[in-house]
């Protein structure tokens, strides 16, 4: 009942922008609230950004006033605008399920993920 798809990732020069996109379930998108998720080689999986159901959001540290997570209500859609990216934003990206009002992961359920590279 619960389906994430990530899109959108690329490479892309410092400086550059992203726009990524995660197609979810309506049950996944009208039940849970939604977040993204990032993982670099050799390194833990950390939350990003995350969005509640009044669209209340909440970003980690170092992409803080660079990346904006927005929802689209008619189209069950997470995005997350990623502007000025950095290098040590390479990673990959997946959205997720996380417990309202956190970037903590509510389930064990994960997309396929979207592949971000920043080059210098």
């Known amino acids: 009942q619960v389906q994430l798809v990530e899109s959108g990732g690329g490479s892309v020069q410092a400086g550059g922008s992203l726009r990524l996109t995660c197609r979810a379930s309506?049950?996944?998108?009208?039940?849970?609230?939604l977040g993204w998720f990032r993982q670099a080689p050799g390194k833990e999986r950390e939350g990003v950004a995350a969005?509640?159901?009044?669209?209340?959001?909440i970003y980690t540290d170092s992409v803080k006033d660079r990346f904006t997570i927005s929802r689209d209500n008619a189209k069950n859609t997470l995005y997350l605008q990623m502007n000025s990216l950095k290098p040590e934003d390479t990673a990959m990206y997946y959205c997720?399920?996380?417990?309202?009002?956190?970037?903590?992961?509510?389930?064990?359920?994960w997309g396929q993920g979207t592949q971000v590279t920043v080059s210098s």
């Open positions: 997720a399920l996380v417990r309202c009002g956190t970037m903590i992961a509510g389930s064990d359920l």
């Open positions: 309506v049950y996944a998108y009208n039940h849970y609230c």
């Open positions: 969005i509640n159901n009044f669209g209340v959001t």
